[in-house]
């Protein structure tokens, strides 16, 4: 059964870096493509990066690109997102999400992943 653990949220000001991991247990093979999402209250889930072991690339959100840094440990089967310059926006709960399955290279709705971490929490604050 697979499993994605998330760690490294916290409360943070604006303007200051958070690294997220994602630990991915149950599963030998490595993931067609892992993900991060967010939630902010009120809202829905949105898509912010991901890794496609496809395409051996990653793929940013407009929202974040250029401020956030997906990476991944594939021996340590982790999954990062380095978070830089945060804004009060960036304020949600974050998920790791991950699928085995599909050609997709850039999946980024939700439908397409059907593994997803319990989620953890980032709050910003000026």
């Known amino acids: 059964q697979v499993r994605l653990a998330e760690f490294g949220g916290g409360s943070v000001q604006a303007g200051d870096s958070v690294t997220l991991s994602c630990l991915v247990s149950?599963?030998?093979?490595?993931?067609?493509?892992m993900g991060w999402f967010r939630q902010a209250p009120g809202k829905e889930r949105e898509f912010v990066a991901a890794?496609?072991?496809?395409?051996?690339?990653?793929y940013y959100s407009n929202d974040v690109k250029g401020r956030f840094t997906i990476s991944r440990d594939d021996p340590k089967k982790t999954l990062y997102l380095q978070m830089n310059s945060l804004k009060l926006e960036d304020t949600a709960v974050y998920y790791c999400?991950?699928?085995?399955?599909?050609?997709?290279?850039?999946?980024?709705?939700?439908?397409?992943?059907?593994?997803w971490g319990q989620g953890t929490q980032v709050t910003v604050s000026s």
């Open positions: 149950g599963r030998l093979a490595s993931p067609n493509s």
């Open positions: 890794f496609s072991w496809i395409s051996l690339s990653p």
């Open positions: 999400a991950a699928t085995f399955e599909g050609s997709n290279a850039s999946p980024m709705s939700r439908a397409e992943f059907p593994y």
